[in-house]
């Protein structure tokens, strides 16, 4: 028994056991402490495979975006729509009357309609069919009020002119930057006889400064100029005619 037992060596009798000099361990036999039993030998995980790789580009952070300003009410176009409309209510049976009086009055010359239509440059140049009552009294300018309800026009502004006209080329296009009036600085002018090149300058005067106590203050001289000018001209006929 005794024998037998001292032939006998534990698996683990080695473990820990420094190696005598000129000794070479045992192949598979290392000199650290051994693997528990039961536990697998944690597995190699490979090589990095992300080694040896050249990073690419930063992505700049995109442009910030600020959400567009709100739009500012336009005052003037705001004030075009409500007094045209009023106006157009309150002027409707003088519409009635005119329609009335060329219907039933001298035929004209042609078969020729109620209305006169002209092409004019509207904003920013585009062209529209401006509408007047077929006569010469003041009342011809109704049907212009349904262009400023339409935005085609304004209560107050430059003189509408034809978009092939030369004051809508040049410099002088940015009276196309606002709408054409009913109204205007050159209609409310004391002469009568004002040349293109000073109706011009008072349009453009107007385009460059023109605000909503400026079209209040047109819109007051209005009717007391064009009493005046039927004045003028009724008296030159009498003169005239004397």
């Keep these: 028994m005794t024998a037998n037992r001292t032939h006998q060596t534990h698996p683990d009798s080695d473990a820990g056991r420094i190696p005598e000099p000129g000794r070479t361990p045992e192949p598979g036999r290392t000199s650290g402490p051994a693997p528990a039993a039961g536990r697998a030998p944690a597995p190699d995980p490979g090589p990095d495979p992300d080694a040896g790789r050249t990073p690419g580009p930063t992505r700049a952070p995109g442009p910030t975006r600020t959400p567009a300003p709100a739009r500012p009410l336009d005052l003037k176009r705001a004030f075009d729509l409500l007094g045209g409309a009023v106006l157009l209510f309150a002027l409707s049976p003088l519409f009635a009357v005119v329609v009335l009086s060329l219907t039933l009055g001298a035929p004209a010359p042609g078969g020729a309609p109620l ?17 007047t009552f ?7 300018a109704l049907p212009l009020l349904l262009h400023v309800v339409r935005g085609e026009m304004s209560l107050v502004g430059p003189c509408p002119l034809s978009p092939a006209h030369p004051e809508c080329t040049g410099e002088a296009r940015r009276r196309l930057s606002v709408r054409p009036g009913v109204t205007g600085p050159w209609q409310v002018s004391d002469r009568s006889d004002l040349p293109w090149e000073e109706r011009e300058l008072l349009d453009l005067h107007y385009v460059d ?34």
């Design 209 to 242: 400064h023109h605000w909503l106590g400026m079209d209040l203050a047109v819109l007051a001289r209005t009717l007391p100029a064009v009493r005046r000018r039927r004045l003028r001209r009724a008296s030159a006929r009498a003169a005239r005619l004397a």
């Design 134 to 140: 077929r006569t010469r009294s003041p009342l011809a």
């Design 115 to 131: 209305l006169r239509r002209r092409k004019v440059a509207g904003l920013d140049g585009r062209a529209f069919t401006m509408l």
